[in-house]
């Protein structure tokens, strides 16, 4: 008995001897020189060629979200390659693999969080005191419950972060603001009389809301915000070769490690 031949659909991309088809478009002619990088990230994401405003909001969360300095990932990425420079894929994905709850996942996070108490509500408010209302009983929630706020917070910009206001505009420019950076904000008003304190709302959170606000599904935040901070990790890499550093920073560990007896 033959068995069939199983079959395996794809929408992305496909090539035969003379050709490559990428997500419709002859990849040669209609797409290399006429459609940006992060045009092509958009439509691999969504399925949809994105307007010239979808493109402005989402490219300038890619901007933001590329580095912030000398984080974990970075520090990781660069001693990979000290390490292992015969396989800079493994640089990068040290680096990307530092994406979790407290570095790059935060954009996720917040997404997630305002998309949950949005699914709730049923009917999105009709003015800011409605939204701020919304927000405090969330915020509360999650006081209640133990939980961090996503998307507040910055151990650097204490006094706000300087990407959220930009891609806040942006995305009101654009006629892009939704329900989740309208959420966000509202956050960003209420919480210090419910959490005691004032913090900034942050770049990686205004990224997630403004994504989700794009129509990008919530399983692919933290992997819109590793394609961005892949970038940053390959110029952390391309600097190491100009200007090593992970030599220093091996070696400030290594010869300042404190030997402690395991009984003691």
């Not at 000290?82 to 407290?102: C, H, N, V, Y």
Request: proline fraction near 7%; charged fraction near 20%; aromatic fraction near 6%.
């Amino acid at each position: 008995m033959t068995r069939p031949v199983p079959e395996f659909p794809t929408s992305i991309g496909t090539s035969d001897p003379t050709t490559i088809t990428l997500l419709g478009q002859d990849l040669a002619r209609d797409l290399m020189g006429n459609v940006s990088f992060g045009e092509l990230a958009y439509w691999l994401l969504t399925l949809e060629r994105p307007t010239p405003q979808q493109s402005r909001l989402f490219e300038a969360v890619l901007l933001g979200l590329a580095d912030h300095g000398f984080t974990p990932t970075a520090i990781a990425a660069r001693l990979t390659y000290l390490s292992a420079p015969d396989a800079i894929q493994g640089a990068l994905a040290a680096g990307l693999l530092g994406g979790g709850s407290r570095f790059l996942g935060v954009t996720e996070d917040t997404g997630r969080f305002l998309a949950d108490v949005l699914a709730e509500t049923g009917e999105d408010p009709s003015d800011e005191a409605g939204w701020d209302a919304l927000a405090e009983r969330a915020v509360a929630a999650r006081k209640a419950a133990g939980l961090l706020v996503p998307g507040l917070g910055h151990p650097v910009h204490k006094e706000g972060d300087p990407r959220t206001p930009v891609i806040i505009r942006i995305a009101h420019e654009e006629g892009l603001y939704g329900p989740h950076l309208a959420l966000f904000e509202a956050v960003g008003r209420i919480h210090p009389r419910i959490l005691g304190r004032t913090l900034p709302l942050n770049g990686a959170g205004v990224s997630g809301a403004a994504l989700a606000d794009l129509g990008l599904p919530l399983e692919l935040l933290r992997g819109t915000v590793l394609l961005a901070r892949c970038a940053g990790l390959l110029g952390h890499i391309a600097e190491e070769l100009r200007h090593p550093v992970a030599s220093d920073i091996y070696l400030t560990v290594d010869r300042n490690a404190t030997y402690v007896n395991p009984e003691s």
